[in-house]
């Protein structure tokens, strides 16, 4: 994996690697290089398999990490691309020209975290929600519960217990 | 309201154009109207015994629980023995069990199944997703009691319920079916504007009829 990052670092300017385990290791890069990268890595390198696109949200930092996971069947090592974009103006370059798949990906991260994809096909169509009108679900700054709260009515009765707490007393009632 | 509701010229396989207004068209216009009993207790009794002993299920599964209907209509729990059959179609079915967690896009799809089937109806909730939310309490997307937008005649508790309780739930609403207090097709007619205004809260993009049979 080494080899393959020194290799690569002298054709892109990359950030620093992360070896997860043998097979798996993510580089950080800027955004510009994302798809002069993804393309080398797919042509020739071989890694002619988007695994997954994902987003993380880092809202101390103000930043979304995205990390496109690509895979090298033959050898079986899998490449994660993190690229951080900007929390405020959330663009970022679409591939789904690159792999068609993506477009899927870059839908859910639309509807999920309002991460745009210009020109990727369907984007703004709804994806697994359905008239939404709050702000996307998965970043952090959503309230799940005041939100579940607010729109679900709630039945009364609903208990909740410490699982430690709880146990305890049932096992050891004389606390011992 | 959704392209393929609104009014608009079809030209038929024969060429001649004519118009189709599909909420006028396909869907019925009145609302829900209570279904009365009939003029005699002993003969209402009688109907209620001959609906205890004819369930159909409308096979649409919510959640995870939809898993557990797989081994009940196989031989190795075989529910068919109690006299309960699954249907592909709502047209045909006349119980719907919401199996486990329910999410607002899925609500959308069963309301309309739900009101598709045939009078008598039942529904049963399965598991403690349909009960107080379940596991999923806190959750954006999944609603988290079951009555507000449906009438439930019984629910079975659990995360999840073994196969073996649903045989049992299943004897139990035959005995509600049988004392004539599953009427859960005449509460939805009642209270029609309640069911309608708690669904509409929750599901914002409504773009189907308010009748959907």
């Given at each position: 994996m080494r080899e393959l990052y020194k290799k690569l670092n002298k054709l892109f300017p990359l950030g620093e690697l992360t070896e997860q385990r043998d097979d798996l290791a993510f580089i950080t890069i800027e955004q510009e290089q994302l798809r002069s990268l993804i393309l080398h890595l797919r042509d020739?390198?071989?890694?002619?398999?988007?695994?997954l696109l994902t987003a993380v949200d880092w809202l101390e930092d103000n930043l979304f990490q995205l990390t496109y996971l690509v895979s090298n069947r033959e050898k079986a090592i899998d490449i994660g691309l993190r690229v951080m974009i900007s929390r405020d103006d959330a663009v970022m370059e679409s591939i789904h020209d690159i792999w068609p798949t993506a477009a899927t990906y870059q839908r859910e991260l639309r509807e999920m975290f309002g991460i745009d994809f210009p020109d990727s096909p369907g984007v703004n169509d709804d994806f697994i929600l359905e008239g939404w009108n709050n702000i996307p679900p998965y970043r952090r700054d959503f309230d799940t519960l005041k939100f579940s709260d607010d729109t679900f009515s709630q039945r009364s009765g609903r208990e909740t217990k410490d699982p430690a707490e709880h146990m305890k007393q049932q096992l050891y009632p004389d606390g011992a | 309201m959704k392209e393929e509701l609104q009014k608009r010229i079809i030209k038929g396989p024969d060429g001649i154009e004519f118009e189709v207004e599909p909420m006028r068209d396909?869907?019925?216009e009145a609302a829900p109207t209570v279904m009365p009993a009939a003029y005699s207790k002993i003969v209402e009794d009688l109907f209620n015994w001959a609906r205890s002993e004819s369930i159909w299920i409308l096979g649409?599964?919510?959640?995870?629980?939809?898993?557990?209907?797989r081994p009940l209509m196989t031989p190795r729990f075989d529910a068919y023995r109690y006299g309960v059959q699954w249907r592909p179609t709502p047209r045909q079915s006349n119980l719907f069990i919401i199996s486990g967690y329910l999410s607002v896009k899925t609500l959308k799809r069963v309301i309309r199944s739900y009101e598709q089937m045939q009078n008598p109806k039942y529904v049963i909730g399965l598991g403690s997703c349909t009960i107080?939310?379940?596991?999923?309490?806190?959750?954006?997307?999944?609603?988290?009691?079951l009555d507000q937008y449906l009438p439930v005649d019984l629910y079975i508790a659990g995360c999840m319920p073994r196969p073996e309780a649903l045989l049992a739930g299943f004897v139990d609403l035959k005995k509600l079916i049988r004392s004539g207090k599953a009427e859960g097709a005449n509460e939805y007619a009642e209270n029609f504007d309640w069911y309608k205004a708690n669904q509409k809260r929750v599901i914002n993009d409504w773009d189907m009829p308010d009748y959907n049979w």
């Amino acid at each position: 994996m080494r080899e393959l990052y020194k290799k690569l670092n002298k054709l892109f300017p990359l950030g620093e690697l992360t070896e997860q385990r043998d097979d798996l290791a993510f580089i950080t890069i800027e955004q510009e290089q994302l798809r002069s990268l993804i393309l080398h890595l797919r042509d020739k390198e071989n890694f002619t398999h988007l695994v997954l696109l994902t987003a993380v949200d880092w809202l101390e930092d103000n930043l979304f990490q995205l990390t496109y996971l690509v895979s090298n069947r033959e050898k079986a090592i899998d490449i994660g691309l993190r690229v951080m974009i900007s929390r405020d103006d959330a663009v970022m370059e679409s591939i789904h020209d690159i792999w068609p798949t993506a477009a899927t990906y870059q839908r859910e991260l639309r509807e999920m975290f309002g991460i745009d994809f210009p020109d990727s096909p369907g984007v703004n169509d709804d994806f697994i929600l359905e008239g939404w009108n709050n702000i996307p679900p998965y970043r952090r700054d959503f309230d799940t519960l005041k939100f579940s709260d607010d729109t679900f009515s709630q039945r009364s009765g609903r208990e909740t217990k410490d699982p430690a707490e709880h146990m305890k007393q049932q096992l050891y009632p004389d606390g011992a | 309201m959704k392209e393929e509701l609104q009014k608009r010229i079809i030209k038929g396989p024969d060429g001649i154009e004519f118009e189709v207004e599909p909420m006028r068209d396909y869907y019925c216009e009145a609302a829900p109207t209570v279904m009365p009993a009939a003029y005699s207790k002993i003969v209402e009794d009688l109907f209620n015994w001959a609906r205890s002993e004819s369930i159909w299920i409308l096979g649409f599964g919510t959640g995870c629980g939809a898993i557990e209907m797989r081994p009940l209509m196989t031989p190795r729990f075989d529910a068919y023995r109690y006299g309960v059959q699954w249907r592909p179609t709502p047209r045909q079915s006349n119980l719907f069990i919401i199996s486990g967690y329910l999410s607002v896009k899925t609500l959308k799809r069963v309301i309309r199944s739900y009101e598709q089937m045939q009078n008598p109806k039942y529904v049963i909730g399965l598991g403690s997703c349909t009960i107080n939310g379940g596991m999923y309490w806190d959750s954006y997307n999944t609603i988290k009691r079951l009555d507000q937008y449906l009438p439930v005649d019984l629910y079975i508790a659990g995360c999840m319920p073994r196969p073996e309780a649903l045989l049992a739930g299943f004897v139990d609403l035959k005995k509600l079916i049988r004392s004539g207090k599953a009427e859960g097709a005449n509460e939805y007619a009642e209270n029609f504007d309640w069911y309608k205004a708690n669904q509409k809260r929750v599901i914002n993009d409504w773009d189907m009829p308010d009748y959907n049979w």
